[in-house]
């Protein structure tokens, strides 16, 4: 076992330090405060977009594992920025593990450079129950035509491309379901209502609104009845996105209370000097260290192409829980700061709560565990 | 066109304050002191970059240092640059500015297909701004220090020039070596794909043989400044604070005090 990162990694971690620290965290705030959509195109600029990406779709072929230890950074720098980023994957996915050669050239090689993704499934009635979409896709003539609206879709209107589930064959319920590749302007695609949030106000999650949206059949993901399945591994692979995500939020509340608690002075001495302070710092480092090690699993088990769906619910489960209560802690140790908009531990603690609903709930999280659980020990 | 850029690499400026003197020697101690490159000759190298990204051609970027000055020219590789050559040779160790430019100008030389020259406007540790104006002198090639914006004619280049007050503009012939302030650009963040092809490329090292020079022309016996004394500047006396019950005690407080010393 070996738990040093390699050269290659470490350099790209380097220069990807360098970035967040320079543009993408100053800009956290506004992006928050103005509700601005995040600077993406820097990080595509850096090949970014391209990390699992195999090589021959103009992709580098990293990994998940490589993905992770960036993709933490980017989230700790900025929540709104890495989640964004985060969701390209879940078109990205679909695309590498599903589409046929002409797709992945067609799609991978845009998204692996510039071009933002975007993953459609939750409708107004389908949300945990993902099997109940609802949106149909009608043949006819060599055409799919698409109705229906999905909610909720993060990086809807800023992104390119969207791999969208729909239903072909209500009859057989989830397993009536396809997946498509779905254009930004393709006619009968618009984009609806933008929902209002508790936070990450930068980031777009729209409605989408099908309406007779013409879909070439070379555009269907793998076959008729396969969109059940796309959805389910795409968010087992989101999973870790997710997980790193709401582990980047957590390790800035770590990193911001660690800072704050050894300058305020009460009693004339650092806060941080107090028994009561220091242990929910160790407890929230421990966690987190924990949901670290959880969710690099998940990741180095993907890479190797190993079952790595238990470890990734696991991951996504635990992480989010770490950031919801390592903001909760970290909002306490800054005290009546802490509750004011001046700092950003508040944010953090609006931004951990998300974590635990996208991508399947804790809850949703927890059956897939235990279903696992029960069948592995039997 | 072919661009060479000479960078250096200095200490990292959050650290600067750690760098400490050696009486004895004279010298800066900075062992252990995080490196950067030199912030203008960043600048440059992005410049040599987006000229080339617009005209062809090929950028190689130079500097004149110790073993681990690889690090930056790997840097610079991993922002585009096509080649990278570190001038090296325990017996460069100690050159002042005079023969710093000597060992880049003969470096030049045999590199010979060259059109511009780029350096930073100065390096923030030696601050001295003469590498750039000494090397084009040896040459014997037109300088303009000072670039905010270049732009490349036909056989000829046109600079603006930061001044004072304003900037002005100048032409000159190619070949030509022009300084560049942080005006000039923003240097761009090295990709992934550069950086794992820089992991991968080889930098060229070059010592005296190679840059056909005499061991008395560089180093310490070619540099005609001495150091005679290095010393940290004594710091500066405590400030006295002013106490009173209120401003308008503070104040008259302080008028009495500045009368006193004759100072209003
Ligand atoms: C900011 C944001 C971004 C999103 N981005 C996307 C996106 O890009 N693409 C996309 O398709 N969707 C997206 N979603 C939708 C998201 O995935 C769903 O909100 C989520 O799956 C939960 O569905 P729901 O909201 O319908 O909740 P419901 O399914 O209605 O759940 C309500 C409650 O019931 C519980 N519950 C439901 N079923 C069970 C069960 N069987 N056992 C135990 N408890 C249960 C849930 O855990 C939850 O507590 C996003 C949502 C938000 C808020
Ligand atoms: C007597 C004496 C002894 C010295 N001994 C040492 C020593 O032992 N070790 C040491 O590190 N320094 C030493 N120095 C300092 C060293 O000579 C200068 O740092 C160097 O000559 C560059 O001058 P500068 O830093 O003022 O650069 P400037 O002239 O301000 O730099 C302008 C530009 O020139 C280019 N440039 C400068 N230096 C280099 C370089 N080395 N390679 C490529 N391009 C460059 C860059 O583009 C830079 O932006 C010594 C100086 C003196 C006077």
Redesign the pocket.
Known sequence: MDFELNEEQKLMLEEVKKVCSEKIAPQAEQVEKEGRFPRLMLLASMDLFGLVIPEEYGGLDMGFLTWSVIAEEISKACATTGLSFGANILCVYPIMAFGNEEQKKKYLTRLAKDSIGAFGLTEPEAGSDAGSVKTQAVKKNGKYYLTGRKIFITNGGEADIYVIIASTDPSRGARGLSAFIVEKDTPGFTIGQHFDKMGFKGLPNVELVLEDCEIPEENLLRREGAGFKVAMDTFAAGRIGVGIGALGVAQRALEEAVKYSRERVQFEKPIASFQAVQHLLADMATEIEAARLLLYKAAWLKDQGKPFEKLASMGKYYASRVAMDSTVKAVQIFGGYGYTTDYPVERLMREAKLFEIIEGTSEIQKNIIALKVLKEYK | MNIIV???QVPDTEHLHEVTINPESN?LNRTGIPSII?P??SN?VEEALRIKEKLGGKVTV????PPQAENALRETLAMGADEAILLSDIKL?????WA?SVA?TRAIEVIGDYDLIL?????I????????PEVSELLAIPLITYARKIEILDGKIKVERVLEEGYEVLEAKLPCAV?VTKEINEPRFASMRGILKARKQEILHWNLEKLKVKEEEVGLKG?P???IRIFSPPPRPKGEMIEGENTEEKVAKLLEKLKSHRII
């Open positions: 000479c960078i250096k010298t030199n203008f000759d440059a130079m500097t004149m240092g160790a100690g050159s002042d500015t710093t880049l350096f930073g406007k100065q390096a540790d030696g601050d001295t701004a003469q590498v750039g300084t540099s400044t001495q150091v």
